[in-house]
């Protein structure tokens, strides 16, 4: 199994002043336990669940390049990027910047986005959702185009949505075919049917049976076109706090292992944590020396 680790807040002591030096730190420190990939989120406001909207949130795309400077090994990414932030051949050209200057370690991370009280909020465009999901399948296939070849595509491409005349990406990104291209959300009728058409990932939520059925459903729609599931890779995101001996509100290194042990038996191959309270010291090492061993052999 491969593990990932999302950093969600940024409510860190210190300040707008410290997060710069935290976010390095975490990140240098998550590349050196031996987390193989490492995600933020593509919000502007902090989500529910997670704080209150006036909680500090970087952009996404600029964080990941500050933390490719921190890192040498594991590969970055948005869990998930917003469709209707970006157009589309900026999400392409962002992804290929990052990629680059990474030595080739860039995901595309993406899908049709949910969160309209910050695109409100801020003056984005919030289309209905019908039409953020044309909006979604014509920028994957954008993607495919400039993706391709060693300059991307000379063919136009004449969309509902997006119009391009010369789909040229130079320099062309240094992962091969393309970065790996993943597709977020767990719907079945649309979501996992675009990831069986253009993904290279999915990344669904829930517990052992609910992404046993979602992974399912996807192998279905892969059926339906010819394509062969295993080249999809699988993965979810969870919620952990960890502590060494499992006090109360945490959980203990077994606890953890056997939780993602059983994510692993529903069919996930890459398990992405949302480590709370990130910054403490000792936490992503406790991490990378009680469970990421333990999850290695899944």
Request: charged residues 20%; proline residues 7%; glycine residues 12%.
């Amino acid at each position: 199994m491969k593990v990932g680790l999302q950093i969600s807040s940024f409510t860190w002591p210190g300040g707008p002043e410290a997060i710069g030096p935290t976010l390095a730190r975490v990140v240098r420190t998550a590349d050196d336990v031996g987390f193989d990939s490492i995600w933020v989120m593509d919000h502007f406001f902090q989500i529910r669940g997670l704080g209150v909207p006036e909680d500090p949130m970087l952009e996404g795309m600029t964080a990941l390049g500050f933390m490719a400077a921190h890192s040498e090994r594991a590969r970055l990414g948005l869990l998930v990027g917003g469709v209707h932030y970006r157009q589309p051949a900026l999400w392409v050209k962002a992804t290929t910047t990052l990629d680059i200057l990474s030595g080739g370690r860039a995901w595309l991370g993406i899908g049709a986005a949910w969160n309209q009280e910050e695109s409100n909020g801020l003056g984005f465009p919030f289309p209905p959702m019908a039409d953020r999901f044309e909006m979604l399948e014509e920028t994957l296939q954008i993607a495919h185009g400039m993706f391709s070849g060693e300059r991307g595509t000379e063919a136009p491409f004449e969309g509902r949505h997006y119009r391009a005349t010369r789909l040229l990406n130079g320099p062309q990104s240094i992962s091969r075919p393309r970065p790996p291209i993943m597709i977020g959300g767990g719907g079945e009728r649309k979501t996992l049917r675009l990831v069986a058409q253009y993904g290279d990932a999915c990344n669904v939520f829930g517990g052992p049976e609910t992404i046993h059925h979602k992974f399912e459903v996807l192998r279905e729609h892969c059926a339906a076109i010819g394509r062969d599931p295993d080249e999809i890779e699988r993965t979810t995101l969870v919620s952990v706090r960890v502590s060494a001996d499992g006090r109360p509100g945490t959980s203990s290194p077994a606890e953890v292992v056997d939780r993602l042990g059983e994510l692993s038996d529903a069919g996930a191959q890459h398990v992405i944590m949302a480590v709370r309270d990130v910054w403490e010291p000792g936490r992503l090492e406790l991490l990378g020396s009680d469970v990421l061993p333990a999850l290695r052999v899944l």
